[in-house]
């Protein structure tokens, strides 16, 4: 079954505490992206990636880190989480680019306290 | 004036309705519009896209794009209420989906 698998689906931290949300897609995609969701704000893209070993930043960038060191899996790195950070993130991916279609993973819902 | 504005006003419809959502966009370079229906707990899954400006059928659903007015539309017929979701608007450019806010619907039995 095609999908992006994101893990893990729930995490509570603390402010300051490394952590790191693992994305992977089974679908041999080039194009692998992450995404938060905020009530009144959407969708709102965080980094990107169009192949192995290529890397940007999208909108919303600051306090995250990714990296792309194989096709499969796209990791979202927080370094020092901070309460602004709470939100619902989403990995998805896409056979060339945003002009084809999209899967997401499920999500993971982040709480930093 | 935000990329893409999309009215994130909740929207309750009776069963059998139609259902009418749009967005407006101040981005000349967007040339793909989509529509992604998000379940509750669930990722956006696509629903349709289009390339030009003119109308796109899927069943019950039609997408509408009008580039002049840098304006787009979804219809959804004889509504039922599996169709109760949130119904994002995406556009692509300069590689990366900017998305509308999102409109929650309800659909009554």
């Known amino acids: 079954e095609a999908q992006v698998t994101q893990n893990p689906r729930y995490l509570i931290t603390v402010t300051g505490k490394k952590l790191t949300v693992t994305c992977s897609q089974n679908?041999?995609?080039?194009?692998m992206s992450w995404y938060r969701q905020d009530p009144g704000l959407g969708l709102r893209q965080i980094y990107y990636?169009?192949?192995?070993?290529?890397?940007d930043k999208g909108d919303v960038p600051e306090g995250y880190k990714v990296s792309r060191k194989e096709k499969r899996n796209f990791p979202l790195i927080l370094e020092s989480p901070s309460p602004n950070q709470t939100s619902l993130y989403f990995c998805?991916?896409?056979?060339?680019?945003?002009?084809?279609?999209?899967?997401f993973g499920q999500g993971t819902r982040l709480t930093v306290v | 004036q935000k990329e893409v504005e999309q009215d994130p006003g909740p929207l309750s419809v009776p069963e059998g309705a139609i259902v009418s959502l749009n967005c407006t966009y101040s981005?000349?370079?967007?040339?793909?519009f989509m529509w992604y229906r998000q379940y509750s707990r669930k990722g956006p899954e696509l629903l349709m896209y289009?390339?030009?400006?003119g109308n796109k059928e899927d069943g019950r659903f039609t997408a509408q794009v009008d580039k002049s007015s840098k304006y787009i539309s979804l219809f959804i017929r004889d509504s039922q209420p599996s169709d109760s979701a949130t119904y994002l608007c995406?556009?692509?450019?300069?590689?990366?989906?900017?998305f509308g806010k999102g409109n929650q619907v309800v659909v009554i039995p």
């Open positions: 998805a991916s896409s056979l060339r680019g945003q002009y084809t279609e999209a899967f």
């Open positions: 679908m041999n995609h080039e194009y």
């Open positions: 990636s169009m192949n192995v070993e290529v890397t």
């Open positions: 981005n000349s370079a967007f040339q793909y």
């Open positions: 289009t390339y030009s400006s």
């Open positions: 995406a556009m692509d450019g300069n590689n990366r989906l900017a």
